[in-house]
């Protein structure tokens, strides 16, 4: 307790509770909180031990492998990297969506399992800006688990003595191709977690879906493949996210494919494209439609 | 309270004009009208009362079927933002997630109330200290007790300095100690913090010991909106409990001049002045039984109803018939849980005698 004596002598004064007179910030702060928290969430940042261990994990997986074929490249005094750069996106494919499966549910389904959702609909965020924010967090750690490993072979590139332009451009490319895919599956891993408040449910649904349309859109694209219908085999690249996406860049900045046909002309381009748009566009806007729909208690 | 004082006077915390809420077939409000001044509010109602409805209308969050409402002047229907900058809501059920710390999760929900950085630091440690969570604030509130966690949805609440609280039910699911210490922080709040609140209970007697002010729903309708103080003064208790021998110290008591009656396992003598105090020690160290308890108690809104007809609310001319009905039903359950339950009135267990 304060007494005249205890001034400037270092006691602890309790001086109860205090009135906040500061400013309070608008909305857009709080989607940049939110945003921030949630991207940290993503990487298991500002949560137990145990969260960090996947994310962590998974982006090591992507990027130790871009660390070898730099290392090997120098060693070797290769001229050019052994794999390009947009193809080393879609070669490591399988562990982007094993982290979209893993933290779309962490990011959405959470606030709705645990009844966290009240708590944020209680304050000025609108729950437009609730998606916004989700949908801008779990973009950003997907972009940045792609694009760390395209960042590691292009410093690598360069430690090794590549020419430069063909390497800067590249990695442009690979760096597109992280935005594109993590726009992409972003959109429909948060949908699918957002309809499942269970985590567990969450992650397995999001890699079953994924994977089914990998494997039927992979099935009937070698299927028409096989019987010369090369155009349509080409289109059915458009029912896999990631081939859809790899797709567009064929087009755009002429990665390799590695589906059996890449998408023919122009016109499949266009196509491709459009189909991407539709999808990021319309999977934000059923996301926005799904949390019109969260009850506020 | 009276009409006439509610409607002038500086800006209500809370009016509600004429609200009716109707979910399909299902009438949750019905036909609320009451103003209160800034002070602790008890809201209080059975499960399913309509209680958490009326939280999620003030906070603009739910639209009302018929009707409106003020909440510190400012219009649910049109001014929610305004509305839920303003205020702190704790919620009934649990909504902490599991894998973060207190101090993560607070100084998250201050930032989302619009507090810079570095003011959300601050005040997270500051109101985590006030609610009562010390070292255990850093650990993950997955393995928090019930206690914790209650106290950490009060700092949510909390944590930007609102200027007004609604919390739902936040005894919800404490022992009898917890639910004396929650009462007795929710009363620090109102008093020396100063931030006004409506409570909500489905236990009338725990709201009476904070409160300023008492609405009671029930079904959906008003029951009274009346404030505590004009109710408590009216009369003095003493309660005292003995550990043996309780009709003969009554007995002894009553030989000594005292007014007394006993209240399941406990004597209630009426208080006349301080002198009272005296002559029940005298009785109590004269028989040489143990001495429990010796309070004064505030009178319970249930002996209100019973004892004093002026108060009741058929005589505000205001409740429709069915009111009347239903709060003669309602006092009549208090009555009956009162005596059945005096002697720990306050850890009966939830659900149970306030239920039709």
């Known amino acids: 307790m304060s007494s005249d004596s205890g001034a400037g002598s270092g006691v602890i004064h309790d001086i109860g509770f205090r009135h906040y007179e500061g400013p309070r910030l608008g909305r857009g702060y709080l989607i940049r909180s939110l945003y921030a928290d949630s991207l940290r969430g993503c990487y298991g940042l500002g949560r137990s031990t145990k969260s960090k261990i996947m994310p962590f994990l998974l982006l090591l997986v992507m990027t130790a492998p871009a660390v070898i074929m730099a290392v090997v490249a120098g060693v070797l005094g290769l001229d050019e990297l052994p794999l390009d750069y947009v193809s080393y996106i879609f070669a490591l494919s399988s562990a982007i969506t094993i982290f979209l499966a893993a933290q779309a549910p962490a990011t959405v389904s959470r606030d709705l399992r645990f009844r966290t959702m009240p708590l944020y609909l209680s304050r000025p965020l609108t729950r437009n800006d609730y998606v916004l924010a989700k949908y801008g967090a779990m973009s950003t750690a997907l972009f940045i688990l792609i694009a760390v490993p395209q960042t590691a072979l292009f410093i690598g590139a360069l430690l090794a003595k590549m020419e430069f332009w063909p390497n800067a451009k590249g990695w442009a490319a690979g760096l597109l191709g992280a935005f594109l895919l993590s726009l992409v599956l972003s959109g429909i891993g948060l949908l699918i977690a957002s309809i499942t408040p269970r985590r567990g449910f969450g992650v397995a649904a999001v890699i079953t879906v994924l994977l089914l349309l990998t494997l039927v859109s992979g099935v009937l694209s070698a299927l028409s493949y096989e019987n010369d219908q090369a155009a349509l085999s080409a289109y059915f690249a458009l029912l896999n996210p990631v081939s859809l996406v790899q797709g567009v860049l064929v087009w755009t900045v002429n990665a390799e494919s590695t589906y059996p046909e890449p998408p023919p002309g122009t016109l499949g381009g266009l196509v491709f494209t459009a189909v991407m748009l539709l999808v990021i566009a319309g999977s934000y806007a059923l996301l926005a439609a799904r949390y019109r729909k969260v009850s506020a208690s | ?356």
């Open chain 2, 1 to 356: 309270m009276s009409e006439g004082r509610t409607r002038v006077g500086q800006v209500m915390m809370i009016s509600v004009e004429n609200l009716s809420k109707r979910y399909g077939a299902v009438t949750a409000l019905d036909g609320l009208t009451f103003a209160i001044e800034p002070g602790v509010v008890g809201l209080v109602g059975a499960n399913g009362a309509g209680k958490s409805t009326m939280i999620k209308i003030l906070l603009g969050l739910l639209p009302a079927t018929t009707g409106g409402a003020r909440v510190l002047g400012l219009d649910v229907a049109t001014d929610g933002p305004a509305i839920r900058q303003r205020v702190g809501y704790m919620p009934e059920h649990d909504c902490l997630p599991a894998d973060m710390s207190a101090t993560e999760f607070v100084l998250h929900m201050a930032r989302m109330s619009g507090l810079p950085l570095t003011a959300a630091r601050e005040r997270t440690a500051d109101t985590l200290r006030h609610v009562g969570l010390y070292e255990e604030r850093y650990r993950s509130m997955g393995g928090y007790s019930t206690g914790m966690k209650q106290r950490v949805k009060l700092a949510q609440s909390l944590v930007h300095d609102p200027g007004l609280l609604l919390l739902d039910e936040p005894t919800n699911g404490l022992d009898p100690a917890g639910r004396d210490q929650m009462l007795e922080l929710l009363r620090r709040i109102g008093t020396e913090f100063g931030i006004p609140m409506l409570v909500t209970s489905h236990l009338l007697g725990e709201l009476e010991q904070i409160c300023d002010h008492i609405v009671v729903v029930d079904g959906g309708r008003l029951l009274r909106s009346t404030s505590t103080a004009d109710v408590t003064s009216a009369s003095r208790i003493l309660a005292i409990e003995v550990d043996e021998r309780m009709d003969e110290v009554g007995r002894a008591m009553h030989a000594a001049g005292l007014l007394v009656h006993p209240a399941g396992r406990q004597l209630e003598v009426e208080l006349v002045d301080d002198s009272t105090y005296d002559l029940v020690l005298d009785v109590v160290v004269q028989l040489g039984v143990g001495l429990h308890r010796l309070e004064r108690r505030r009178h319970r809104m249930a002996e209100i109803f019973r004892v004093d007809p002026s108060l009741d609310p058929q005589s505000q001319a205001s409740a429709s018939t069915a009111g009347q009905a239903a709060a003669a039903a309602l006092q009549q359950q208090w009555v009956t849980a009162a005596q059945n339950h005096r002697p720990q009135e306050s850890d009966q267990p939830r659900g149970g005698d306030d239920e039709q």
